[in-house]
């Protein structure tokens, strides 16, 4: 019966902490983050495209974004 109340302190002081300001702040933090990086890798990938169609670039060159 000890190890059981140990195991449910345990799992009581997580939920605290996985709820907590400062962890909810990170995580809207991270998603912000990754969403930005995946519009900016979608932006390149139509910039490259259109300098593609109007003969700006090579196929085998690439940009520094």
């Given at each position: 019966m000890q190890y059981c109340a140990v195991y449910i302190?345990?799992?009581?002081n997580a939920h605290?902490?996985?709820?907590?300001p400062a962890i909810i702040i990170e995580e809207l933090l991270l998603q912000r983050f990754l969403?930005?990086?995946a519009f900016?890798?979608?932006?390149h990938q139509?910039?490259?495209k259109i300098s593609l169609r109007?003969?700006?670039l090579k196929p085998c060159q690439k940009t520094d974004f």
């Open positions: 302190n345990q799992g009581l605290r902490e996985a709820f907590s969403h930005t990086l900016c890798e979608l932006l139509r910039t490259y109007y003969g700006k």
